[in-house]
């Protein structure tokens, strides 16, 4: 069991609580390990820490930095079995979808460690042909960072590296249900001696560690991902105190078949998009619409798929999907279910909670699919965030869009089609941040911009290259001699 101290200026130090929270193996209730159970005052102590430290943290150059970076992902490629192991014990994801986690972490460490010898402006014709204009880039100062625990190393580090790419220093406050995986992704930035307070751990709960970090005066932006509810508190304080702030959020992301789609390839990507993760992935595919002429043929073929899936312990070697991160998770995909049950929805696999040997304390859920499914059900509307896949009946690729798009979220897409005019129709007319063709709908590429539209981002966008524009602020120089 990891027993983890909040890291602040250099040290892992107690919360002044002098309390401690469990973290819960969903396979089996287990205890994994345990973090601080924060105060305002921790949150105090590590803003401090974060705001002294940028002074001396900006001023370095971009390639020093870099350095940086590369040590920490060197770091982590030596403990990235313990940390996947780590991993999967604490939030279910199969052991090969951790170690691949932990794998990209590495790879983003490395992509913004060269982002520091990248150029950060442009020189711009003045009207006065004396003068030299040209735009740079500043940090934005203290960076708080809240992360969802569906990805505890990828997204802490998509937020971080860029953070501190850029000259900003950071406070991180993990969700608790991962946290002692991302403390573990945190001692290697320790162990990679980054200057005292240039980054720093706080664990506990939203309400206090979480909101006291939006709150602060001292944290000049925010870069939150988890749930709308959450998020959109989050913008309106950060909004009220003038914070810049960065809101990625939830998805209600439809696969769509057409009649011309390889309906092997259809089939065996939509449960990969949709049920790898047990379905807790925002880019998940929830909403199947398929066109009536390969209607019967598709479902026959997913059905198949479905039964062949082994449920259980992701440590397991054979087993290809976990159980639900948590029992409070658990809960809420069972009453989804349900409601599909009660609104009209005819269950096609799966159901209820997965209950074989060796499976009974742990939090699973069945591989379920539904069909019949229309657009005012609750589960072809809200965000399930479990392996839950809705079938829905259309005529035509205009309706097929028209179901697609009837969400309130928009973060990502795909289709399942040969023909290119089909294709292109897609791309241009699907409300998403991210469009998929004859691919599944999750899959996100460090190097590419992520974000949502409509209800799913605060339109801002991460990774690749859109990562400076939350990160920095522009600044125009005029220089005439
Ligand atoms: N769009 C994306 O890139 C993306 C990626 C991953 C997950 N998600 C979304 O995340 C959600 C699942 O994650 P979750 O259950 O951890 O989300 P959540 O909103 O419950 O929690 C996210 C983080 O916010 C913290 N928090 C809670 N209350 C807070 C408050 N009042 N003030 C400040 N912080 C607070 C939590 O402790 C946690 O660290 C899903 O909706 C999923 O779609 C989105
Ligand atoms: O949960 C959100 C991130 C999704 C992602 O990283 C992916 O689909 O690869």
Request: hydrophobic share 40%; proline share 4%; net charge negative.
């Amino acid at each position: 069991m990891d027993s983890f101290k909040n890291f602040i200026d250099g040290n892992w130090i107690a919360s002044s609580s002098r309390e401690t929270v469990s973290s819960i193996n969903p396979a089996n209730q287990a205890v994994v390990g345990t973090v601080q159970h924060s105060t305002q005052a921790d949150v105090e102590q590590a803003v401090r820490a974060a705001k002294k430290a940028q002074v001396n943290w900006r001023s370095l150059s971009g390639p020093a930095r870099g350095q940086f970076l590369y040590q920490v992902a060197t770091i982590m490629e030596s403990h990235l079995a313990e940390i996947a192991e780590t991993m999967t014990q604490e939030m279910g994801k199969t052991l090969p979808e951790a170690k691949g986690e932990t794998a990209r972490g590495i790879a983003l460490l490395r992509y913004y460690a060269t982002e520091g010898m990248h150029k950060v402006g442009d020189v711009i014709p003045s009207t006065d042909s004396e003068a030299l204009m040209f735009t740079t880039r500043v940090p934005l100062g203290v960076v708080g960072v809240i992360t969802p625990w569906n990805f505890p190393v990828a997204i802490p580090i998509w937020k971080m590296a860029p953070a501190l790419i850029y000259g900003n220093t950071v406070v991180i406050k993990p969700a608790s249900e991962a946290a002692v995986t991302c403390a573990k992704v945190m001692e290697c930035f320790a162990e990679a001696h980054l200057p005292a307070g240039v980054f720093n751990m706080v664990t506990g709960s939203g309400s206090v560690v979480g909101q006291g970090i939006v709150e602060h005066p001292d944290v000049n932006g925010i870069t939150f991902t988890g749930s709308n509810e959450v998020g959109k508190r989050i913008g309106q304080t950060a909004l009220a105190r003038g914070a810049k702030y960065q809101l990625e959020m939830g998805g209600k992301n439809p696969v769509i078949v057409l009649d011309d789609a390889d309906l092997d390839l259809a089939v065996r990507e939509t449960i990969s998009g949709g049920l790898r993760s047990t379905g807790q992935k925002c880019t998940a595919t929830s909403r199947v619409i398929i066109q009536s002429g390969v209607y019967d043929a598709f479902k026959e073929k997913l059905l198949e798929k479905i039964n062949e899936i082994t449920v259980g312990n992701g440590l397991h070697e054979n087993v290809w999907m976990g159980p639900c991160a948590s029992e409070s998770q658990f809960k809420t995909v069972l009453r989804y279910i349900e409601l599909g049950k009660e609104e009209g929805a005819t269950l096609l696999a799966g159901g209820g909670r997965y209950t074989e040997e060796g499976c009974e304390k742990g939090y699973f859920v069945k591989p379920t699919v539904f069909e019949y499914v229309t657009q005012e059900m609750t589960i072809a509307r809200e965000e399930i965030f479990g392996p839950v896949l809705a079938l829905m009946k259309v005529n035509s690729l205009k309706e097929a869009l028209e179901v697609a798009n009837d969400a309130e979220f928009g973060l990502s897409a795909s289709i399942f089609t040969t023909n290119i005019g089909y294709m292109l129709s897609f791309i241009e007319q699907m409300d998403a941040g991210l469009v998929r063709v004859n691919a599944e709908t999750a899959g996100v590429e460090l190097q590419a911009p992520f974000g949502g539209m409509k209800q799913s981002s605060s339109h801002s966008r991460e990774q690749g290259k859109a990562a400076i524009e939350f990160f920095t602020a522009t600044k125009t120089v005029f220089v005439k001699g």
